[in-house]
C-alpha cells in the first residue's frame, strides 16, 4: 500500500523544540522529491520546505527559514522536519506529500501545538 | 514567490448544478496548476494535475483548463460528496504555492 505516514507531533512551549517523521512505504522513496505543507486551524494550506530526492537540494518557506531543518534517510524511507524556535504561528496540521506521474500521496497529518 | 488567487471565496450551489472555480496566478506558471479538494478533518485530495489532467480514480466530472496565468477548474454536476474546499496550487518550480481556497457550499 502507497502510503506517507507522519508522526512526532504534539503540544510544546514557545520556543522548544520539535522533529516531525514522515515514514513512506509501498513505494520507491528514494527516487522522490518530498514536502512538507502545513494547515493552521482554520486556514488555508501553507508550502513549508522540500527535499530532493538525494538530500541534495532543500527550500524553505521564508516563514520558516533559518529554524526548520528537512532531512531524509532513504535506506530508512524517511523524511524529517526538524523544528526549532518554535512560535505560535507555527501550530498547524503538517503533512508531508510527494507528487508522482498521475497522483500526489499525502500522509494523514500530523498536529503541532505552540502554547504556554 | 508566486502568488495565486482563487475566486469567488464561496459558491453557493445546488446538486446537479455547474460549479465554475478561477485561478489567476501572479506570474505565468506554464502548465504546471493543479487543484485540490478538501473536506473537514481529511488530507487535501488531488484532482487534476498540469492544468487540465485527472488524477488516477478522478471523475469525469472533474475538469481542469487554462495555462500560463489563468486557469479555471469545473465540475460539470455536482454530487452531494463534492461539497468541500477547492485549492489550486502552483508547482512550476521547488516552491509551491497554493491559492487561498474556494468552499463549495450547498445552497
Known amino acids: 500500500q502507497v502510503q506517507l505516514v507522519e508522526s512526532g507531533g504534539g503540544v510544546v512551549q514557545p520556543g522548544r523544540s520539535l522533529r516531525l517523521s514522515c515514514a513512506a512505504s509501498g513505494f520507491t522513496f528514494s527516487t522522490y522529491a518530498v514536502h512538507w505543507v502545513r494547515q493552521a486551524p482554520g486556514k488555508g494550506l501553507e508550502w513549508v520546505a522540500v527535499i530532493s530526492y538525494d538530500g541534495n537540494n532543500k527550500y524553505y518557506a521564508d516563514s520558516v527559514k533559518g529554524r526548520f531543518t528537512i532531512s531524509r534517510d532513504n535506506p530508512k524511507n524517511t523524511l524529517y522536519l526538524q523544528m526549532n524556535s518554535l512560535r505560535p504561528e507555527d501550530t498547524a496540521v503538517y503533512y508531508c506529500?510527494?507528487?508522482?506521474?498521475?497522483?500526489?500521496?499525502w500522509g494523514q497529518g500530523t498536529l503541532v501545538a505552540v502554547s504556554s | 514567490e508566486i502568488v495565486l488567487t482563487q475566486s469567488p471565496a464561496t459558491l453557493s450551489l445546488s446538486p446537479g448544478e455547474r460549479a465554475t472555480l478561477s485561478c489567476r496566478a501572479s506570474q505565468s506558471v506554464r502548465g504546471y496548476l493543479a487543484w485540490f479538494q478538501q473536506k473537514p478533518g481529511q488530507a487535501p485530495r488531488l484532482l487534476i494535475y498540469d492544468a487540465s489532467n485527472r488524477a488516477t480514480g478522478i471523475p469525469a466530472r472533474f475538469s481542469g483548463s487554462g495555462s500560463g496565468t489563468d486557469f479555471t477548474l469545473t465540475i460539470s454536476s455536482l454530487e452531494p460528496e463534492d461539497f468541500a474546499v477547492y485549492y489550486c496550487?502552483?508547482?512550476?518550480?521547488?516552491?509551491?504555492?497554493f491559492g487561498q481556497g474556494t468552499k463549495v457550499e450547498i445552497k
Open positions: 506529500a510527494t507528487s508522482m506521474a498521475t497522483a500526489d500521496i
Open positions: 496550487q502552483q508547482r512550476s518550480n521547488w516552491r509551491w504555492t
